[in-house]
């Protein structure tokens, strides 16, 4: 399968691409500044408000592993490029925009306990998430990680995948290390039946 990266530098971004190259798919991994020591067959460096329709049209899966501020306009960008293409995108959700009940009537970052010093990004990730859902013609999925998202822990490879509901594991915690989460995105990368196109799912450790 033929993967880019868009953030290949950053922490998961690294360990999405190692992931991939190790599972044996081509991987283009995109960033704003060189990176020499990366895995990747391929590299592209370039702004992603500069990237085009025509920088994937031999790519089977765009990765957006970006954290940016900027996050909502960067990941609209890349739908709209995206949108009426077979290329697929996925990218990285936030925890805060998973709902709290089976009901759907709250996002965690809706909620008074939600941590103040998160509820900006939490709620970029929701808008971003949004904006995904009204392009037309677009194959999206956005995966959230546990709450508790662990840089550098080691993977236990213990995960499963959930809906947009937040869950926890049978310890009562959601958590998940960078690690654990890059394999179980490729996991879902992997998946070619379908079934989370234009929905959010969420994983964590069981």
């Keep these: 399968m033929r993967i880019a990266v868009i953030g290949a530098t950053g922490k998961a971004g690294k360990l999405i691409v190692q992931e991939a190259v190790n599972r044996s798919h081509e991987v283009t991994a995109i960033s704003r500044r060189p990176h ?23 790519i089977d899966v765009v990765i957006s ?44 970052v809706d909620s008074p306990n939600f941590p103040a010093e998160y509820r900006k990004y939490a709620e ?52 998940i290390s960078y690690a654990d989460y890059a394999s179980a995105l490729v996991d879902e990368v992997e998946n070619t039946t379908g079934t989370h196109i234009g929905e959010q799912i969420s994983v964590r450790n069981r």
């Design 36 to 58: 020499p020591n990366t895995p990747a067959q391929h590299t592209l460096v370039k702004n992603v408000t500069d990237l085009t329709t025509t920088d994937f049209k031999a």
């Design 65 to 108: 592993a970006l954290g940016s501020q900027q996050i909502v306009e960067l990941t609209t960008h890349l739908g709209q490029i995206l949108s009426g293409t077979d290329t697929r995108l996925v990218v990285i959700g936030g925890t805060g925009t998973l709902y709290t009940t089976p009901a759907r009537t709250e996002r965690l």
């Design 124 to 175: 970029a990730h929701a808008a971003a998430s949004a904006s995904l859902r009204g392009i037309t013609g677009l194959k999206w999925t956005a995966i959230s990680p546990a709450a508790n998202f662990l840089p550098d822990a080691p993977a236990r490879h213990d995960y499963e995948f959930a809906g947009d509901v937040f869950t926890v594991g049978a310890s009562g915690i959601s958590e």
